[in-house]
């Protein structure tokens, strides 16, 4: 499986998505900025993915604190911190790893130099710990799943938005490798095209049937009866178990509830936010308008049109019909289910 990024010497190495899928190539960050830059530049992206970016990110970064002096590291480390804090501000596993290195930096009794190594040992822990997270959301996610089923999902929620296999494309995964006849239609995903580059990509290299469509047409296969089930990832769960999802997720929960299609999200509990009580408080990015007025670099739209371009929108829990975690499979009531999930730790 295609690593999507790793700690390699002295680096971090990352596959660039941008190029995905006409070039397979890779970026070597040997600073913490080129990271920060490749998370704004979406050279990586997917929750999971900037979450593991941030720590390998930072890890790297705390290796160029020169001084010996722990206090004068802390608050370097903390600087460093607040750059990535600053990168993508809905998903929220970025600051779960921010946190996760910080309670490192807390714990650690030596001198910086075992700091240092302390802080990348646990940031390369959490890398290796995702795939094992994410196949264990396939495990839990594959009897949701009937033999000949026809799935829908949309973005990007597969190998290349994690540290591998995936969450809501692990769980399709899973049901593959489960000897299921299942089918795919992948929805392109406007504006980065994440579903027909990437997914797309992903499920034809491992020869899951999948048929590409717009994000438009969605309701058209539904309404024709060609859509079973709908599985998606999330950015951000909040503790009443809305989700903030790529754009467009709102609109497919809409729809599936129009046509009592089941609509599935597989995240890791990293991604979960029970200090938000409802997605009414979820921070929603705003990107650059040429990513609308664009495609491939070539404009689309006309000069000086207004553009809007949130990256996400917040699907209500009433729309869900399960949360899939590596620990187990969340229904309604969300605020209560999660809480026990959580506290299971």
Not at 76 to 98: G, H, K, Y
Not at 214 to 243: E, H, P, W
Request: charged share 25%.
């Amino acid at each position: 499986m295609v690593k999507t990024i790793e700690w390699k010497g002295n680096s971090v190495r990352i596959l660039d998505q941008v190029r995905l899928p006409l070039k397979e190539a890779y970026l070597d960050c040997f600073t913490y900025r080129e990271v920060i830059e490749c998370i704004v530049k979406m050279n990586i992206r997917g929750a999971p993915a900037i979450g593991l970016a941030t720590a390998l990110g930072i890890a790297l970064g705390v290796q160029g604190i020169a001084s010996q002096d722990r206090e004068f590291f802390d608050r370097e480390m903390d600087s460093i911190c607040q750059e990535f804090f600053r990168t993508r501000p809905t998903a929220v596993n970025l600051v779960w790893a921010i946190n996760q290195l910080k309670e490192t930096k807390r714990n650690h009794r030596g001198d910086v130099a075992s700091l240092k190594e302390a802080i990348k040992a646990r940031a390369v822990e959490l890398l290796e710990a995702d795939l094992a997270i994410n196949r264990q959301i396939g495990k839990y996610g594959e009897p949701l799943i009937p033999d000949g089923a026809s799935i829908l999902t949309h973005c990007n929620a597969g190998a290349l938005a994690t540290g591998g296999y995936g969450t809501a494309l692990g769980v399709i995964r899973a049901a593959h490798e489960a000897g299921k006849k299942i089918s795919v239609y992948v929805d392109e995903t406007r504006p980065f095209l994440q579903g027909a580059r990437l997914t797309a990509w992903e499920l034809v290299e491992e020869n899951i049937p999948a048929t590409l469509i717009t994000d438009s047409m969605a309701g058209y296969f539904m309404q024709k009866g060609k859509v079973d089930l709908i599985i998606v990832g999330a950015d951000r769960v909040a503790a009443n178990g809305d989700v903030a999802n790529k754009i467009g997720t709102y609109s497919l929960g809409v729809l599936a509830r129009a046509h009592s299609i089941p609509l599935y999200v597989a995240a890791p509990t990293s991604t979960l936010d029970l200090n938000i009580p409802t997605g009414q408080e979820i921070p929603i990015e705003e990107r650059t308008h040429e990513e609308v007025t664009s495609i491939g670099g070539i404009r689309i739209a006309p000069e000086r049109i207004a553009v809007a371009n949130p990256a996400f929108d917040v699907t209500p829990n009433e729309y869900v019909s399960a949360l899939i975690t590596e620990k187990g499979i969340v229904r309604p009531p969300y605020l209560q289910g999660l809480r026990r999930l959580v506290q299971g730790d």
